[in-house]
């Protein structure tokens, strides 16, 4: 019996655990079960029949468009995958990201260099490429028909990767945030940043978090981890936390073991907020410290 989390969320709309690293709520995806079927993000081919048991729990065959936030392998990886299983299906993804779904070297040599060839095949498992006659290519401003006269409108949101976009529904009044606000678990209401390399660009995370609270939405559909009902306080403490993060980085300078010692900064500020050591232990383990760390470096040092 194949394990299926889904949980309507009301307009037709339906958040999937895809069950990302074989482990409850890693990854949440979105499915608009309406005349044009959309679904939002897939997660990478190698837990992805998690989320076709879970279509299948819906009696989901076919899809109109697999829309990603973005092409990191955590939302896009199983993006060719998914285009072989659903024929009929296009594949949304910004014009940034798109040569990257088409022709996934670079993306995947630039992924080992983080993760390691064997860390790649163990998280994530092969990207396939999708032929370009397969490719939704949206920019800014773009509506993706939902049927019924509704659309998911795309805003482009560059600041955690030049690749970003958010969609935004008038009816559920959603926001699907991919990566751009940064992840929080339903247990936590904790938002914490995601800041890896190469693209990350604080201020203009900043002016995204700014614009996406300006339209007031009903909830953030969170990839890392499902909706979040506060949103107007969600967005106030991403902003807030990511700034604490750059600035600790800014001062802690080149120190060889930086990542720990960030972990421990951030973890010792968790406790002191009085977050429970569940919740705490949750959002180490779904950490990259690494990445985290390099990712605000970089700004620094390219902003000199
Ligand atoms: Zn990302």
Redesign the pocket.
Same mark, same amino acid.
């Given at each position: 019996m194949p394990e299926v989390s889904v949980k309507p969320l009301g307009h037709d709309l339906y958040q999937i655990d895809a069950f990302m690293h074989d482990e409850a709520e890693r990854l949440a995806c979105y499915l608009f079960d309406t005349p044009n079927r959309v679904l939002i993000e897939c997660g990478p081919s190698r837990t992805i029949d998690h989320l076709y048991d879970a279509l299948a729990h819906l009696g989901i065959d076919d899809l109109a468009v697999m829309a990603v936030t %973005?092409i %990191?392998l955590? /939302?896009a990886g199983g993006a060719g995958h998914l285009a072989q299983r659903f024929p009929s299906a296009a594949i949304g993804v910004h014009s940034a990201g798109a040569r990257h779904l088409a022709a996934p070297e670079r993306l995947w040599a630039s992924a080992t260099r983080i993760y390691t060839e064997e860390g790649m095949q163990e998280l994530w498992g092969p990207m396939e490429p999708i032929a370009e006659d397969r490719l939704l290519v949206v920019e800014e401003g773009d509506a993706i028909p939902l049927g019924g006269g509704r659309s998911l409108e795309v805003m482009y949101t560059p600041g /955690?990767?030049k690749h970003h976009i958010v969609f935004w529904e008038d009816a559920t009044g959603a926001c699907f945030v991919?990566?751009s606000v940064g992840l929080a678990f339903p247990h936590g209401h904790m938002v914490q940043p995601?800041t890896?390399p190469p693209d990350l660009d604080p201020p203009l995370v900043v002016d995204q978090l700014r614009r996406i609270a300006a339209r007031q939405p009903a909830f953030l559909g969170f990839a890392h981890f499902g909706a979040d009902p506060l949103a107007q306080e969600a967005l106030d403490q991403a902003e807030t936390r990511l700034w604490d993060w750059v600035r600790w980085v800014e001062q802690a300078g080149t120190e060889a073991d930086l990542a720990q010692a960030m972990r421990h900064w951030v973890l010792e500020g968790y406790r002191r907020e009085g977050f429970p050591a569940e919740v705490i232990d949750q959002y180490d383990r779904n950490t990259f410290w690494p990445m985290q760390v390099t990712g605000i470096q970089r700004w620094l040092d390219q902003r000199g």
């Open positions: %973005h %990191h955590d /939302h /955690h990767a991919g990566d995601i890896p």
